[in-house]
């Protein structure tokens, strides 16, 4: 028993001086790169200095009040942190106005706050199959709100997926996305039987037809093939995710055929250099600029990431490669590679199919809105209009990716505190023996 209790004590010390560590490297990169954007003499001023204090002290500070609220994967929340950091970092270099990060960096305080929201609702309501009938017709609602005439809905740049509030705007197909994977998740779990998931799969169709008529491919795709991923995971019923799969292919072909702006995407995305000045531009001046970035980037405030249209959101990656260079590019990447393998194994250690449905749907779905945005700026994929999960600019993605990495965060907690009752179970039972 003394022996048990003292590995079990050397594993928790090592794991938090990992983290330890880990926080270290993410508070000191934080603190260098703000400071050098706030020493350049043609962009020197007061708010990058404040942020190279503010942001490693919230850093810090946001790490440590979630380890001692929750027995958190500190690692994922670290990261998280850092990927929001990396988005101020690059739109405090790269954007003409200091409003552009300083707005940022309201989202992102919002956004702290969700995620300890998000944490809070998964450790503390239980029975989600009954709510999930409320919250698909909130679900429903809230993705039809585009609809609504002006000023509250309308259409913005080429797609109907925006609300407006006065000031304050939105986009809803990106707070739905926890939401569409909770209620899958309370559907697909405890034997995940196509007649009982077929609701569940409707509702999901449903979702995605409302997508398609406000022209929002980006969160169509997300929402579609993360109801696969997970289908599959809960069933492994691999004819019919086969199947679902075809389907939605040849729903892509049916799109493509019946509509011309779809037929002008795959036509750039094929070839940008035959409109390399109008509707090729965004793809050759993103190529153009990765390519100058080289291995090491051209430097924080060099090169020209504003000739990219969009490149504070769509195109940060390009700006990120363009400045930073190749290597840290990957490094970016492997950013959200290190998030998805612990998600996956806060997934695998779950105690409920629905807590484990849950987390891998959480980071099935940013997976596959940073492998389509990177893709899209490197012109593997088609351009699709997604945000670089936690680094583009924007409120909504930004809320709402904190608020998904609450509730994982949760799930995370609520596995250590189970971990914990088993040692201590163990620890009662060689009692009894001895």
């Known amino acids: 028993m003394r022996t048990q209790k003292k590995v079990e004590k050397m594993r928790r010390a ?12 993410v508070v000191i990169f934080q603190a260098l790169a703000m400071l050098l954007i706030a020493l350049k003499p043609e962009t020197a001023s007061l708010q990058p ?13 946001v790490t440590n009040l979630m380890g001692r609220i929750w027995p958190v994967d500190r690692a994922i929340l670290i990261l998280v942190l850092l990927l929001a950091s990396v988005g101020l970092i690059a739109l405090s270099d790269v954007c ?16 702290v706050v969700a995620m300890f929201i998000g944490a809070g609702l998964i450790r503390g309501l239980s029975d989600w199959k009954k709510r999930a009938p409320l919250m698909m017709a909130l679900c429903a609602l809230a993705l039809l709100t585009p609809w609504l005439p002006a000023p509250i809905g309308g259409w913005y740049e080429g797609a109907r997926n925006w609300i407006h509030l006065g000031p304050i705007s939105g986009q809803p197909s990106e707070f739905m996305k926890p939401v569409l994977i909770v209620i899958l998740a309370a559907g697909f779990s405890n034997r995940a039987r196509f007649a009982r998931c077929l609701p569940y799969i409707a509702f999901a169709a449903l979702c995605c037809g409302i997508l398609l008529s406000e022209r929002d491919l980006g969160a169509l795709l997300l929402y579609f093939l993360t109801t696969v991923l997970m289908y599959y995971v809960a069933s492994s019923n691999g004819a019919l995710c086969a199947a679902g799969l075809g389907m939605g292919a040849g729903a892509a072909v049916i799109a493509y055929n019946a509509m011309p702006y779809v037929q002008d995407r795959v036509a ?10 109008d509707a090729g531009y965004q793809i050759v001046r993103a190529l153009a600029a990765i390519g100058s970035g080289g291995l090491f980037g051209m430097g924080l405030g060099l090169g020209m990431p504003r000739s990219v249209p969009l490149y504070h959101s769509d195109f940060i990656f390009t700006s990120i490669a363009e400045e930073f260079g190749l290597i840290f590019s990957i490094a970016l990447m492997a950013v959200y590679v290190l998030i998805i393998m612990r998600g996956l194994i806060v997934a695998m250690n779950a105690r409920t199919s629905f807590h484990s449905i849950t987390a891998f749907g959480l980071v099935a779905i940013m997976g596959l809105q940073a492998l389509l945005i990177i893709g899209g700026n490197t012109k593997l994929l088609p351009l699709t209009g997604v945000t670089l999960p936690l680094v583009s600019y924007g409120g909504s993605s930004l809320v709402s990716c904190f608020f998904s990495m609450g509730v994982l965060l949760g799930i995370s907690s609520m596995n250590a505190e189970d971990e914990a009752r088993d040692i201590e179970k163990i620890a009662l039972q060689e009692e009894v023996r001895l």
């Open 14 to 25: 090592l794991m938090r001086s990992n983290t330890r560590l880990l926080l270290t490297a």
């Open 49 to 61: 200095l404040i942020f190279a204090a503010a942001i490693p002290l919230t850093t810090i500070l």
């Open 96 to 111: 003409r106005s200091e409003e552009t990060p300083r707005s940022q960096a309201i989202f992102a305080l919002v956004g």
């Open 268 to 277: 750039i995305w094929k070839n940008p250099w035959s409109d390399p000045l």
